[in-house]
């Protein structure tokens, strides 16, 4: 059973992005990201103590683990909302070590949050067009000037119900974000994320609380910013979903990374099964809970795959 | 009770240079509170530091009354600056503790005769209507009409401070309207996500923090054109004054902030002529007339309870904003 079968368009998965063997910390061939001796404690314990971890530009790769991981955290560092205890990193290039969240993201590097943060009171389409970088609106002496910044923000404007379009959400365009249900403002954060035409997106789990045919279309965004020529490194618990859009997986656990790879042999690395994934993802829940026979849940499976 | 007295009286408050400077006020607190989303408790402070900035330039430095008022104003940012750059790292409730303390700091420091000669501690500053007379295009005489019969000297620091409160609303409202005002209100719902769109957000919390301040610094200044400065005038309770004229309006609008200073005065004077002359007429058998008075602050106190409860996003505010729970 693999659910690229149940896919509309199985698409093809970038490969040859690491160089030598798939081990934690291997060297990419094209990497965006490369962070060195990330640290970050709290208290007593270690969130994230990263050793060397490279992230291939053009790919999508998958930050998976347990609970606790340090994957958020991790996440934090890479942005700029959080300062690591020591260690470098560089984006594209540049040195991001001690740079503000704010100027992080104006390098081309957006991030969406675990609890999704859409501005309640703003409007959905007020909220598309915040997204949008370099307005010359936005700076105090200018705002006072319409004649100044009317004309892009038109641009950006039509920019923003395209995307909307895209996303769905065109006919929300005057409402409230507040009055959006969950799914939605997923998808709206995600919308406003791209508005800054960004170059590296990272998504903290952008799945979580999303119904299965919102999941669909969530993962064909997600693809299709890969086919126009983005980076996106997502955290994500499901693993249909990692094996089914990811290029390339980091395992972390314990605030290390403890495995990479393509995802197909991530998921078979025994590791991994012990640390993350247990020994039972095959199989039904029923069955892990002993509620129904093995037999039983096999054949409601063969039964759904075949619909 | 004489109604046509009370009537007169109240209908001249609409334009009292305390309406104006409430108005003003309230209108720089909503920049504050009501599109930065940032709880100043201090707005008193900004006030004082704008009458005393006007007075102590008149006064010790011999400026002209428009070169003292400016740099009441310049004072009033320079103090948000400082104010800002410690403390909007804070947040809500935090940033409300900090601004209440350097709100009463200020006034302490102006009441204290450390500085008697500049502050006049306790007696405040008075005396320093020469040159703003002096400046006074119109002729002596008395104008208008009705309950807005007024000397000169009175339209004068009337017309003035309808002004100074044009001009801040047309500020306002220019920026609200603008991208400048869209990242404003997006800090205020969640300052991590515009932080994240690549927004100074900082920057831009602290220059909201100076353009309310030196609105209200304008209010301050209003407040101090007709009469005198006086050191018990600045204190909390304005704060929370202001903030009933704010939340009345409807805290995230631009005209709602003077509508709801209009109101709040308005209502003011009808109580505290109402009120006493009720005592005098034996409606209220069981109280003095001071005690009258004190009603008045009791009654604005139970109204700004029943705003916040019963319609938090005041008289102008967006009606869909209260469906909403954050």
Redesign the interface.
């Known amino acids: 059973m693999s659910s690229d079968l149940t896919a509309p368009v199985a698409r093809e998965k970038t490969t040859g992005l690491h160089i030598g063997d798939a081990k934690p910390g291997v060297a990419k061939t094209d990497p965006i990201i490369i962070a060195d001796g990330v640290r970050r404690t709290f208290g007593g314990l270690t969130a994230v103590d990263v050793e060397h971890l490279e992230i291939p530009r053009g790919a999508i790769t998958a930050l998976i683990g347990p609970n606790g991981a340090g994957k958020t955290t991790l996440f934090n560092l890479l ?1 700029g ?1 959080d300062k690591p205890d020591s260690g470098a990193w560089t984006f594209e290039g540049h040195s991001l070590s001690g740079v503000p ?3 992080v ?2 390098l081309g590097q ?4 675990q609890l999704t ?6 409007t959905v389409l ?2 598309m ?3 949008a ?1 370099g ?6 002496w200018q ?2 000037f ?1 004649f100044l ?1 009317r004309k892009q ?1 038109h641009q950006i404007e039509e920019r923003a119900f395209e995307l909307l379009k895209k996303f769905k959400l065109d006919e929300k365009s005057d409402d ?1 974000a ?2 959006l249900s969950g799914g939605q403002r997923k998808l709206l ?1 995600m919308a ?2 791209l ?2 035409e960004p170059r590296l997106v990272m998504l903290d789990e952008p799945m979580a609380g999303v119904n299965p045919a919102l999941t669909q279309s969530l993962l064909e965004h997600i693809l299709d910013l890969k086919d126009e020529g983005m980076t996106v490194l997502f955290v994500e618990h499901d693993m249909h979903m990692v094996r089914h859009i990811a290029d390339w997986v980091v395992v972390m656990a314990e605030g290390r990374v403890v495995a990479e790879g393509d995802p197909i042999s991530v998921m078979k690395n025994p590791e991994v099964v012990d640390a993350y994934l247990g020994a039972h993802q095959e199989i039904d829940l029923g069955v892990v809970t002993g509620r129904y026979p093995a037999a039983d849940a096999g054949k409601n499976k063969a039964s759904k795959e075949s619909k | 009770m004489d109604w046509i007295q009370i009537l007169s009286n109240s209908a001249s408050s609409i334009i009292s240079p305390a309406t104006l400077a409430y108005a003003l006020a309230a209108l720089g607190l909503a920049v504050h509170f009501g599109f930065a989303g940032l709880l100043n408790m201090g707005i008193a402070g900004f006030m004082a530091i704008g009458a005393y900035g006007y007075a102590i330039g008149i006064l010790t430095f011999g400026l002209p009354w428009w070169a003292a008022a400016l740099l009441g104003l310049v004072a009033s940012a320079v103090f948000a600056l400082i104010l800002g750059i410690p403390t909007l790292r804070l947040r809500g409730d935090y940033l409300a503790i900090v601004t209440i303390a350097a709100a009463e700091v200020l006034r302490l420091l102006f009441l204290t005769t450390a500085f008697d000669k500049v502050t006049g501690s306790a007696d405040g500053l008075f005396g320093y209507h020469a040159s703003f007379r002096a400046s006074n295009p119109i002729p002596e005489g008395t104008y208008g009409f009705g309950p807005w019969e007024y000397r000169e000297v009175d339209w004068w620091v009337r017309i003035l401070g309808i002004i100074a409160l044009i001009l801040a609303i047309i500020t306002v409202w220019r920026l609200m309207a603008s991208p400048w005002g869209r990242v404003l209100k997006g800090i205020r719902e969640d300052e991590e996500a515009v932080r994240a769109l690549g927004k100074n957000v900082f920057g831009y919390k602290l220059t909201a923090l100076v353009v309310g301040g030196v609105i209200a610094a304008a209010g301050g200044i209003v407040y101090a054109l007709p009469s005198s400065v006086n050191p018990g005038v600045y204190v909390t309770s304005l704060t929370f004054f202001v903030y009933t004229a704010l939340l009345l309006g409807g805290a995230a609008t631009v005209f709602g902030p003077v509508i709801g200073s209009l109101i709040f005065w308005v209502l003011q004077t009808v109580l505290g002529n109402v009120l006493p002359a009720a005592v005098q007429a034996g409606y209220l058998p069981f109280m003095t007339s001071i005690q009258a008075q004190t009603l008045k602050f009791i009654l604005v106190g139970i109204a700004l309870m029943l705003i916040v409860i019963f319609r938090p996003q005041g008289i102008l505010g967006n009606k869909k904003e209260l469906t909403f729970v954050k």
């Open positions: 942005t909302f969240a704010y100027k993201a104006r957006v991030r969406t949050f943060k859409a501005l309640g009171l703003l007020d909220n067009k915040l997204g970088k307005q010359v609106g936005e700076r105090f705002s006072l319409p910044w923000d409230f507040a009055s954060e406003r994320a508005m800054s």
